[in-house]
């Protein structure tokens, strides 16, 4: 089994910055991916960003790359999303999860999922 806590949301305005963090525990692979969700009312949860454990390798979707970077802090565990420049639409419920894929962009590849954090941006 693996944990993942996901920290850092909260209201912020338009154009401001937040940086979420993802603890990750317990039976981890050597070699894995934490990729970065968000999801909104009446949508699936869309890959923001991802990133490879062990190489650091990293993926963005169009629609935050530029704005956001993802990074991770081997001796803490954690992965973090440092989300810049943020929009009203930016506004979700914000997910982490882990994959035994190298560097996992589809939804299908991610089996454990944190319990989310809420991002809200005012106008």
């Known amino acids: 089994q693996v944990q993942l806590v996901e920290s850092g949301g909260g209201l912020v305005q338009a154009g401001g910055s937040l940086r979420l963090s993802c603890t990750v525990s317990?039976?981890?692979?050597?070699?894995?991916?934490v990729g970065w969700f968000r999801r909104t009312p009446g949508k699936d949860r869309d890959l923001l960003a991802a990133i490879t454990w062990s190489a650091g390798n990293t993926y963005y979707a169009d629609s935050v790359r530029g704005r956001f970077t993802i990074s991770r802090d081997i001796a803490k565990n954690t992965v973090y999303l440092q989300m810049s420049s943020l929009k009203p639409e930016d506004t979700a419920l914000y997910y982490c999860?882990?994959?035994?894929?190298?560097?996992?962009?589809?939804?299908?590849?991610?089996?454990?999922w944190g319990q989310g954090t809420q991002v809200t941006v005012s106008s």
């Open positions: 999860a882990y994959s035994n894929s190298f560097l996992a962009i589809t939804r299908s590849e991610y089996d454990y």
């Open positions: 317990g039976r981890t692979r050597s070699s894995y991916g």
